[in-house]
């Protein structure tokens, strides 16, 4: 229990960080390729690049939660039904690794099942005591296993009260995930940047801020464009 709970705290700290990773990426040792892993079945495995753009060696680390939502928020736990082979590799400056993702459980997936991978640059425990800080940076991304019949996304947005606040509520009846970012109701802006993926079969809940509408104009970006819709009565 103690050591997945140390796996949780970094998971949260790494969902904080990977808000900030596109903008360190020109500064950081350690990037990452692709930014977002799908596998369709019948495969099993998929893979990620680790690439480093410093000159001197590191270390990156690849670990994998499952991931849900429960009340409408991301929920994170460590998982043996998928692993990162190798989990820690050794990079040599201006070189790359290759990271496969294999799914060991057995059983057929229906419809889309979520993972998020924490890749981490190891900090260098000789700068760290030469230096006394070394930055290093953290991804968070997403991981899919896909069946090929999952359908795809349908939302219905709504406006309802929980535990006392009004929230924007967003129900996903399709097996298929979908990214939302640059989300406003009415004109009136939620979230300027990413504001959550809406996972298959489930719901995500996104706080209204003052002055927005109980009615009106969803707008949003998604992974496949543009999204217009409107809250249901």
């Avoid at 969902?15 to 596109?22: D, H, I, P, W």
């Avoid at 057995?106 to 260098?124: A, H, Q, T």
């Avoid at 129900?171 to 995930?177: F, K, L, P, V």
């Amino acid at each position: 229990m103690r050591r997945d709970h140390r796996h949780l705290k970094a998971f949260r700290l790494a969902c904080l960080l990977s808000l900030a990773a596109a903008g360190m990426s020109e500064a950081a040792s350690l990037a990452v390729s692709p930014i977002r892993v799908e596998v369709l079945q019948p495969a099993s495995s998929g893979a990620v690049t680790l690439r480093n753009e410093s000159a001197r060696p590191i270390v990156g680390q690849v670990r994998v939660f499952e991931w849900t939502l429960r009340d409408g928020k991301d929920h994170f736990a460590p998982t043996d039904h998928v692993i990162a082979s190798p989990p820690i590799v050794q990079i040599a400056a201006g070189s790359e690794a290759l990271v496969r993702l294999i799914r060991i459980q057995g059983e057929p997936i229906n419809g889309e099942k979520s993972y998020r991978l924490v890749v981490d640059e190891v900090p260098d425990a000789n700068r760290v005591r030469n230096m006394g800080v070394n930055l290093a940076i953290r991804y968070a991304l997403p991981l899919f296993f896909v069946h090929p019949d999952a359908s795809p996304s349908r939302l219905v947005w709504s406006i309802e009260n929980r535990s006392g606040r009004r929230v924007l509520v967003a129900a996903n009846s399709g097996d298929r995930s979908v990214r939302i970012s640059d989300l406003s109701i009415g004109g009136v802006k939620i979230s300027s940047g990413l504001a959550g993926y809406v996972l298959g079969r489930s719901e995500r809940v996104f706080d209204l801020p003052r002055g927005a509408l109980s009615a009106g104009a969803i707008s949003a970006e998604t992974e496949k464009g543009r999204l217009n819709a409107q809250v249901s009565r």
